[in-house]
């Protein structure tokens, strides 16, 4: 099994909160992504980072931002939560040496609800 | 403009039967293609890939094909059980640039009843 992990697992939170979601791998891998998947969907990359101190948004318009402190860590956050941010975020990592290889590690997901 | 399209978009088979999965894709130039399935509530897992020149490969009960001409792969899966009712993902990755770029398909919701 992949050696990553996302927290919390579920969130109901009120319109207007700010909200962090985290996630963090023990692989060693440089390249971490997070992933918006809504139910029927594709998944769409709403950010990636192929290192520290670099993150860049995805192909999916979020108003989420990310940070890239330490290697392991990639945490997402919601600066002001909105009904339409309801969805499920996937955050994945994949080792450098795999160039084009596709091989994504996936956490388990972090189900975010706002009402 | 690069997409990967799958069908059925779901499925119900009955335990112990097989099945076959389809998925198409106009991605080009095309670098390799992998199945993922995604448990419910779970994060997608690579279950096998697919290169250019490859045509087969078998991953115990999984077995996928590729037919690059057409642009054009199966995942065939073998005496089903249970524990395969998931969404199965397709997921074209382009060799475009250095950094690669993925396409995901929108899945296959198989449901496998007993």
């Known amino acids: 099994e992949a050696d990553i992990y996302q927290t919390p697992r579920y969130l109901v939170i009120g319109t207007g909160k700010k909200i962090t979601l985290e996630c963090s791998q023990t692989?060693?891998?440089?390249?971490m992504y997070w992933y918006q998947q809504d139910p029927g969907m594709e998944l769409h990359l709403i950010h990636y980072s192929y290192g520290v101190n670099s993150t860049e948004k995805g192909d999916l318009s979020s108003e989420s931002t990310v940070s890239r402190i330490r290697t392991e860590h990639f945490p997402l956050t919601l600066e002001s939560a909105r009904p339409s941010h309801t969805s499920q975020y996937l955050c994945a990592s994949s080792h450098s040496g795999a160039v084009n290889t596709g091989e994504l590690f996936f956490g388990e997901g972090s189900r975010l609800t706002v009402l | 403009k690069n997409q990967v399209e799958q069908s059925p978009q779901s499925l119900i088979i009955l335990e112990g039967k097989n099945c076959t999965l389809q998925?198409?894709?106009?991605?080009?130039?095309?670098?390799?293609l992998r199945w993922y399935k995604q448990d419910t509530g779970r994060g997608p897992v690579s279950l096998t890939i697919m290169t250019f020149s490859e045509n087969t490969k078998s991953n115990g009960r999984y077995t996928a094909t590729l037919d690059a001409d057409t642009k054009q792969s199966s995942l065939h899966i073998t005496a089903s059980q249970l524990s395969d009712s998931a969404s199965y993902i397709c997921v074209v990755s382009d060799r475009g640039s250095t950094l690669g770029r993925l396409y995901f398909g929108r899945g296959t919701q198989l449901t496998v009843w007993p």
């Open positions: 692989m060693g891998h440089d390249k």
């Open positions: 998925c198409n894709y106009t991605v080009s130039p095309f670098s390799n």
